[in-house]
């Protein structure tokens, strides 16, 4: 008797069913490489379609939120921005030079540069 | 590819067929897209058959790395979410066979790919390259890519525990 008979006859049993069950030959798995991976596209895991169609969304807002547009009206600086100085219309906000219709210097240039304002 | 390659993996294609339904710990649809996955590889030419082994040897080598190739992208995909949802049902994955292909499988058939299922990897597949395969230790060793000590190590431990399982109730009569 054929040593380890028992185990023999138990996978030749499963042997057949397996065989019973495989799915027949297809020449084309031979002869065209690039056909399998077009075959095995529509299985692709959801979650791949998932992260990829997030993804597309996120960019495409993201650019849209780049290019959208910008408002025409300027604002009025003069009332948007605080008032810093507030000054009385008696007292002037900064001191006074002084300056009068003759300056000190004006002797110093020739005679006929000299204008006499009337 | 060649014609005489060609000619020869349509004539292992059961075979193969049933090995990598093996890898696959019984899964038919994963089993037939490891073997379209193989089948790829040699006729786009990323694995040749050099002749250094058996043509069998080769080829089931081969298709022994596509389906652990597709086990760790499988483990890649599986998500955080669906483990945590997993361990919250409890509805761990079952290492035995499809039920599918069980419901399909006579009854000693289901029992032995059951109590295949029970031991560990490398004992199950010397045992399945020897007894279902028809393959020598030596050739077994070379799919498996372990030393020939390493195989028969593997070979005679599986198959003291496999008989242990095929028969429990003669070692356990208690037992059910």
Known sequence: ?118 | MERETADQLETLHPDAFGWALHCCSGDLSRAEDVLQNAYLKAASGQVQFSGASSFKTWWFGVIRLTALEEFRKQRYRDSLLAKLWSRWTGDSTDPSPNPAHRVELDERSAALQRALSRLPNRQAEVLHLVFYQDLHLREAAIVMKVSLGSARQHYERGKAKLRSLLTPSLENPHET
Do not use: C
């Open chain 1, 1 to 118: 008797m054929k040593p380890d008979s028992d185990l023999h006859d138990h996978f030749a049993q499963l042997r057949r069913a397996d065989h019973a069950a495989a799915p027949a030959w297809n020449p084309r798995w031979t002869q065209s490489a690039t056909l399998a991976p077009r075959e095995r596209l529509s299985q692709l895991p959801v979650w791949r379609w998932a992260v990829g169609a997030m993804a597309a969304v996120a960019l495409t807002g993201s650019a849209l939120w780049l290019h959208r547009p910008v408002s025409q009206a300027s604002p009025d600086l003069a009332q948007a921005l605080p008032e810093f100085f507030n000054s009385s219309a008696s007292e002037p906000l900064f001191a006074d030079l002084g300056l009068t219709d003759t300056q000190p210097s004006d002797a110093l240039l020739p005679l006929h540069l000299t204008i006499a304002l009337p």
